[in-house]
């Protein structure tokens, strides 16, 4: 069953013929509007062709413009070219081969004056002059009508014998056939055809070979004037004109002949007919086949073939090159084509590769700043075993350091849950007076450098500065600045010989962290690039180069940033700087958070502070 669809108010099954709407208004602008648009993008085109070309040199202008035409224009090109070129090699050939195979039918004869003529017998036609005896060169005229009759008129001027002169003193190009010629056996001569009757002498007088000698010539001359269809007489009462009376008698006549060279002995006049006539052959297909040859492989099978092989690359993931435009308007178009497909895949693959390599990164800093509450922890419930071991009892201090090392690796699993990348870590601010936020900054590296380094000495700088410290607040995310403060203990620990200094100080709205160690300090190149990821001067199976990259970023999102430099006394310094908002209320340091703990808590908010966006600019750039 079909379905039933209303169309124009008028209810239809479907696949019922319908006539075509003849006046569609709306049709027709949208076809307007199409060929327009396509004519406009036509002439875009064009004009920056032209603004391509203009911009080479001028000797590669047409070159260029040669690439870029279409295949069908180009074929034709080739074909004229290929036409022209067969043709004219095909009658310069022939040419030279046809006055090389004359030379041997060429016969010699002595004209009045005793001068010596050589060259090639016209083949005639030619009338017999019984009063001259000598044969003479004519013209056929045909009878009105489609019957075989014709007229012969003998033109131009002659004497006896082989003295012919040509009308206008032309120059004698050719010889033409006497009856000396004839006698002497330079030429044989043969009936011309045409006017025949029921009866004409060719059985009676003409030799085995149908050629007429010169001492029969008179005689078949005269019988086939007789025997013939009298064409002459048929001519007169046809056009009421008396042929013999205009030309003279015996100069019209209704029998004529034909004379040809001997044949000429060897191969070689043979080989050259054979050659003469294979020459347009051999020229129009030789040239053919090497012109759309060259055709094929310059315009079709070379730019496929690179095609083709920017096609395989692409497919083998190979995407670390580029497609130049190939020859033709066509497939030029299919290169750009594939040149767009290339980049758009090269992108996604980068982009591929750009998240997995920030998934390698977040998973080798997820690690990395595990491996600082871990260590904290094995060290205190080592110290905890020991003091169980001696009897005594555990201190409440240690058990206080186990309990905020499991909170804070508790919080960083929280934050770090839902992160794809680094730089999109949340930033959870607490309101905090700053001196228990110094406070808390030295006892934790303290804890750090004990439980890393125990042999190593720490000297704790620093304080509070810009006013009574009990009337000052900071917004600060503890758990990242300790994690960053971490890192650089860590660092310091590696290097440091005696003594690691940490400074915790605020001042006019930021929190400064630095730490010194007394070792070898930072070479040139790693204060340069120091802060790059997987860089590190002594790479090892526990030290992944992460460390200060992840503080950087860090101190980024908390609207700061970090420093690297030498200390003067000799060893290497890394600060750290964040933005604490001193003085704010939640709603001028950022933007509060949607999460309703967080709205619900005053004293909790989230955002970067005032450096926060631009260092997401720079990440993104």
């Given at each position: 069953m079909g379905?039933?669809?209303?169309?124009?108010?008028?209810?239809?099954?479907?696949?019922?013929?319908?006539?075509?709407?003849?006046?569609?208004?709306?049709?027709?602008?949208?076809?307007?509007?199409?060929?327009?648009?396509?004519?406009?993008?036509?002439?875009?085109?064009?004009?920056?062709?032209?603004?391509?070309?203009?911009?080479?040199?001028r000797r590669e202008r047409?070159?260029?413009?040669?690439?870029?035409?279409?295949?069908?224009?180009?074929?034709?090109v080739y074909l004229a070219v290929y036409l022209a070129a067969a043709t004219a090699i095909s009658l310069a050939v022939v040419e030279c081969l046809s006055a090389w195979n004359n030379g041997y039918y060429e016969v010699e004869v002595t004209l009045a004056g005793g001068r010596v003529r050589r060259g090639v017998v016209d083949s005639?036609?030619?009338?017999?002059?019984?009063?001259?005896?000598?044969?003479?060169?004519?013209?056929?005229?045909?009878?009105?009508?489609?019957?075989?009759?014709?007229?012969?008129?003998?033109?131009?001027?002659?004497?006896?014998?082989?003295?012919?002169?040509?009308?206008?003193?032309?120059?004698?190009?050719?010889?033409?056939?006497?009856?000396?010629?004839?006698?002497?056996?330079?030429?044989?001569?043969?009936?011309?055809?045409?006017?025949?009757?029921?009866?004409?002498?060719?059985?009676?007088?003409?030799?085995?070979?149908?050629?007429?000698?010169?001492?029969?010539?008179?005689?078949?001359?005269?019988?086939?004037?007789?025997?013939?269809?009298?064409?002459?007489?048929?001519?007169?009462?046809?056009?009421?004109?008396?042929?013999?009376?205009?030309?003279?008698?015996?100069?019209?006549?209704?029998?004529?002949?034909?004379?040809?060279?001997?044949?000429?002995e060897g191969l070689l006049p043979w080989i050259l007919a054979l050659a003469t006539g294979?020459?347009?052959?051999?020229?129009?297909?030789?040239?053919?086949?090497?012109?759309?040859?060259?055709?094929?492989?310059?315009?079709?099978?070379?730019?496929?073939?690179?095609?083709?092989?920017?096609?395989?690359?692409?497919?083998?993931?190979?995407?670390?090159?580029?497609?130049?435009?190939?020859?033709?308007?066509?497939?030029?178009?299919?290169?750009?084509?594939?040149?767009?497909?290339?980049?758009?895949?090269?992108?996604?693959?980068?982009?591929?590769?750009r998240t997995a390599e920030e998934r390698r990164r977040l998973n080798a800093a997820f690690a990395h700043d595990m491996r600082t509450p871990v260590t904290v922890l094995k060290g205190t419930v080592e110290m905890a075993k020991m003091r169980l071991a001696r009897g005594a009892e555990v201190d409440e201090r240690e058990l206080d350091?186990?309990?905020?090392?499991?909170?804070?690796?508790?919080?960083?699993?929280?934050?770090?849950?839902?992160?794809?990348?680094?730089?999109d870590r949340p930033v959870e601010r607490e309101e905090m007076a700053i001196p228990e936020l110094v406070e808390r900054l030295r006892a934790h590296a303290v804890e750090v450098v004990a439980a890393r380094a125990g042999e190593l000495k720490v000297c704790l700088e620093g304080g509070h500065e810009g006013g009574p410290a009990a009337s000052q607040t900071a917004w600060v995310d503890l758990a990242l600045v300790e994690e960053v403060l971490d890192n650089l203990?860590?660092?310091?620990?590696?290097?440091?010989?005696?003594?690691?200094?940490?400074?915790?100080?605020?001042?006019?709205?930021?929190?400064?962290?630095?730490?010194?160690?007394?070792?070898?300090?930072?070479?040139?190149?790693?204060?340069?690039?120091?802060?790059?990821?997987?860089?590190?001067e002594n790479k090892s199976a526990e030290h992944f180069g992460l460390g200060l990259n992840i503080s950087h970023i860090l101190c980024g999102l908390h609207g700061g940033s970090l420093d690297l430099s030498n200390a003067e006394q000799g060893g290497a310094r890394v600060c750290a700087h964040f933005e604490i908002g001193v003085d704010q209320n939640p709603a001028e340091g950022g933007p509060k958070s949607d999460d309703p703990e967080v709205g619900e808590n005053p004293k909790k908010r989230q955002g970067g502070g005032r450096g926060f966006s631009r260092f997401r600019r720079e990440q993104k750039s």
């Open positions: 379905r039933w669809i209303p169309l124009d108010g008028q209810v239809m099954r479907r696949g019922d013929e319908r006539e075509p709407a003849e006046d569609c208004p709306v049709c027709d602008a949208d076809g307007r509007e199409r060929r327009k648009a396509r004519r406009a993008a036509r002439r875009e085109a064009r004009k920056r062709e032209r603004e391509a070309l203009k911009r080479l040199p047409l070159r260029a413009w040669w690439r870029t035409r279409p295949l069908g224009l180009v074929f034709a005639g036609p030619y009338i017999y002059d019984p009063a001259s005896q000598e044969l003479l060169p004519a013209s056929e005229l045909n009878l009105p009508g489609d019957g075989p009759y014709a007229v012969f008129i003998a033109t131009g001027e002659w004497g006896t014998g082989s003295d012919y002169v040509p009308e206008e003193g032309r120059t004698i190009s050719t010889l033409y056939a006497t009856t000396d010629m004839v006698r002497n056996g330079q030429i044989r001569l043969y009936d011309w055809g045409l006017n025949y009757n029921d009866w004409y002498p060719q059985e009676e007088v003409l030799e085995t070979n149908n050629s007429i000698s010169a001492e029969d010539l008179a005689r078949y001359d005269e019988l086939s004037r007789a025997g013939r269809a009298q064409t002459v007489e048929l001519f007169s009462q046809m056009t009421g004109v008396d042929l013999e009376a205009a030309f003279g008698e015996g100069l019209v006549s209704n029998t004529a002949y034909y004379a040809a060279s001997q044949q000429p294979l020459t347009p052959v051999i020229a129009y297909g030789g040239l053919g086949w090497f012109a759309f040859r060259r055709f094929y492989r310059v315009h079709i099978e070379r730019p496929l073939g690179e095609l083709s092989a920017a096609a395989q690359r692409i497919a083998a993931q190979d995407l670390d090159f580029s497609i130049e435009p190939v020859r033709g308007r066509e497939l030029g178009r299919l290169s750009k084509t594939l040149e767009a497909m290339r980049a758009s895949l090269l992108e996604a693959q980068r982009e591929l590769w350091t186990i309990a905020g090392q499991a909170v804070r690796l508790e919080r960083y699993a929280q934050a770090m849950s839902g992160v794809a990348k680094l730089e203990l860590s660092n310091a620990c590696g290097h440091a010989r005696e003594r690691i200094t940490v400074l915790v100080r605020a001042k006019n709205g930021m929190l400064d962290v630095s730490v010194t160690d007394d070792g070898d300090g930072f070479t040139p190149e790693a204060l340069r690039r120091g802060c790059d990821p997987f860089y590190s």
